[in-house]
């Protein structure tokens, strides 16, 4: 059974930071990616930022230069350093992965069930 837990949300006021965490519990062979999802209410889910296991980014425009990934993979940990936050960065971030529990198995996704994250103007 493998497992996702984000942790770091909460309320921040608009141009502060925070620092969120995902760890994979679990029976972990190895891990292609991991991921952090947004949606707020009345939008499409947005791909926020994901890292691979190689060290490769990909950040949403919108959060260029605000947010950095990272991952410690001894740890099978993603962190997601959020500066500059804006009230529109408000609403609940879910951690995504690609990994596989076992050497020959096919790789699957995982979802964590989310972090608020609230910035007041």
């Known amino acids: 059974q493998v497992q996702l837990v984000e942790s770091g949300g909460g309320l921040v006021q608009a141009g502060g930071s925070l620092r969120l965490s995902c760890a994979a519990s679990g029976s972990i062979f190895s891990i292609y990616s991991m991921a952090w999802y947004r949606q707020a209410p009345g939008k499409q889910r947005e791909l926020v930022a994901q890292v691979t296991s190689t060290g490769s980014t990909y950040y949403a425009d919108s959060v260029k230069g605000r947010f950095t990934i990272s991952m410690d993979n001894a740890k099978n940990t993603a962190y997601l350093q959020m500066n500059s936050l804006k009230p529109e960065d408000t609403t609940v971030y879910c951690c995504?992965?690609?990994?596989?529990?076992?050497?020959?198995?096919?790789?699957?996704?995982?979802w964590g069930k989310g972090t608020l994250v609230t910035v007041s103007s």
């Open positions: 995504y992965s690609i990994l596989r529990r076992e050497q020959l198995e096919t790789p699957r996704s995982y």
